[in-house]
């Protein structure tokens, strides 16, 4: 795989306010953003851009074309950090927001990337926004969020923090059993070649840790954060964001040019330089950390902390003559959002998040939904979603294109996000579930099996004797809460869909007994073709 960084077509895209400079090598974009009142970043890309082709190219970072072939790469706030990855162990840190109690499968896509650098031979940090949660993000948002209160961030911290680092476990152990490392897709450069060494042995840990931005936070006042960072702030590049511009040109309606736009709070305006200052605080501190990743809905953000660090940089240098333009002191890089191929989105802000709580999602409703992927989405997704080696993914798709209905791709993809995110046992209480669900190889389950398959698992209602046996099909429908009325449930069983243990139910009268029960304990009511409930008697 190679990656031409001479082939440089139209540089330049103007807008009004703005500058963005695009850099297209292959079939990846390197994009980064210049803004009004940044002139050293813009001369520095300004100059960047403009080499001409006899002079030396910038050797492509294996780590880099990896992250492109998987798909986990969408911009660069500069060329010069494949250099810059490639020259030393380096340290990048991602940062996840506690507005919610769960993490989503759109939060995979950065955090796998993340592993994709520790197998690379460099260290990664993972910031929870104990401090800035508070605040949340205005990225990707037509309107402020609710305020959280202080119970509710707390929890929501706790949460994540357990999540991530439950996670993290998960990964270790895939690594570990999986033997993998950094892929041979691509000539690993020296550093990479002794990452690589070590990461091979299953002893290897993930270099990644886990921090909370309220560490560095406490006794920060109002006037410090302003002479710290507020002096470094440029209003032309806070309002040329387009967390900030979308929001301040955006309308109640679009069809009433009279309402008021709708606007935004100072707070969530002044969220960029949060974010900016947590960067300064890793970059300036015993991390060292040079590299923020971030969604492509985080590149204003992660602009303003390469910007903030830049500024205080250029203030202490006696002579910017002396300073070498194809080297800055921290860099951006962001990954796409996470996308299905009609374009919808995932995560909290799209409403249709796919949380990764088992407590709000069962381990088989994780497997279900990404076995359900279209054909059009499994190649993306288990390229991106997995840490498969790219040639195995290949084999995969070659298998499944001889006879898509056998779903072989969707299956992979499925079983290997379950494991990374929910660990083996997941795997096998999924598979246990299926089973259940859809009546084979029960003979092989334990009741214990069973109920551990379905644990936090809404779908499974626990009946007491009495309030199972002798009772009618159509109350049982409305206590397992599979219908909301009798008159629902009969209708349902007139109209042939309502199941039990996968038989059609076809009298309204039809009561449930001792014989009702697979293995004398639990029963399996369906409504349609998917909407179950597994009834355990005890």
Request: some cysteine.
């Amino acid at each position: 795989m190679t990656c031409n960084l001479r082939k440089v077509p139209r540089l330049f895209e103007r807008s009004d306010n703005w500058t963005q400079v695009r850099v297209r090598r292959a079939d990846v974009f390197l994009s980064r953003t210049s803004l009004p009142g940044n002139v050293r970043l813009a001369s520095h890309f300004a100059k960047e851009s403009n080499k001409s082709k006899g002079e030396a190219s910038i050797e492509p970072n294996a780590l880099l074309q990896q992250l492109q072939a998987r798909g986990l790469l969408q911009d660069l706030t500069s060329r010069a950090v494949h250099q810059h990855l490639s020259s030393a162990k380096r340290t990048i840190y991602l940062g996840v927001d506690p507005s919610a109690s769960s993490l989503h499968v759109g939060n995979l896509l950065p955090l796998l990337a993340l592993v994709h650098f520790t197998l690379a031979g460099h260290s990664a940090l993972l910031l929870v926004g104990g401090a800035t949660g508070s605040i949340g993000d205005p990225s990707g948002r037509s309107k402020e969020r609710n305020a959280l209160d202080p119970e509710t961030l707390n929890d929501n911290i706790k949460s994540i923090e357990t999540q991530v680092n439950n996670i993290l476990h998960n990964v270790q152990g895939y690594l570990e059993r999986r033997r993998v490392s950094y892929s041979r897709d691509t000539k690993p450069t020296t550093l990479e070649r002794a990452s690589v060494a070590s990461a091979d042995m299953p002893s290897a840990r993930l270099r990644i840790e886990v921090i909370n931005n309220a560490e560095w936070y406490q006794g920060v006042g109002v006037l410090r954060f302003l002479t710290d960072v507020g002096r470094y702030a440029r209003m032309s590049d806070m309002l040329a964001r387009e967390s900030v511009a979308s929001r301040l040109g955006a309308r109640n309606s679009s069809d009433d040019q009279s309402s008021e736009p709708i606007g935004m709070s100072f707070t969530e305006f002044s969220y960029q330089l949060l974010q900016a200052y947590d960067f300064s605080v890793l970059h300036d501190g015993p991390y060292q950390c040079t590299l923020q990743l971030g969604g492509s809905d985080q590149l204003g953000n992660i602009m303003a902390g390469v910007q903030l660090i830049l500024r205080k940089h250029n203030s202490t240098q006696p002579s910017r003559s002396e300073q070498k333009d194809d080297i800055l002191p921290a860099y951006g890089i962001t990954v796409p959002l996470l996308t299905t191929s009609n374009g919808a989105k995932f995560g909290k802000s799209a409403g249709n998040a796919i949380w990764l709580d088992p407590k709000l999602l069962s381990d088989y409703d994780l497997y279900q939904y990404f076995w359900r992927s279209t054909d059009a989405d499994v190649h993306k997704f288990l390229n991106a979603l997995t840490l498969l080696p790219l040639e195995e993914v290949e084999r995969i798709m070659q298998r499944h294109r001889q006879d898509p209905s056998k779903r072989i791709a969707q299956e992979a993809l499925a079983l290997e996000i379950l494991e990374l995110v929910r660990g083996p046992k997941a795997v096998q209480r999924a598979r246990d579930a299926q089973k259940v669900l859809f009546g084979s190889g029960l003979e092989s389950l334990k009741v214990q099996d069973i109920k551990a398959a379905f644990d936090n698992d809404p779908k499974m209602v626990r009946l007491t004797r009495e309030a199972f046996e002798g009772v009618d099909i159509l109350a049982i429908c409305v206590t397992a809460q599979a219908t909301k009325s009798r008159g629902e449930a009969r209708r349902l069983v007139h109209n042939g869909g309502v199941y039990l243990n996968n038989v059609a139910v076809k009298d309204t009268a039809f009561k449930l007994s001792q014989d009702s029960l697979l293995k004398g304990v639990f029963c399996v009511l369906r409504i349609g073709k998917s909407d179950h409930r597994i009834l355990v008697v005890e």
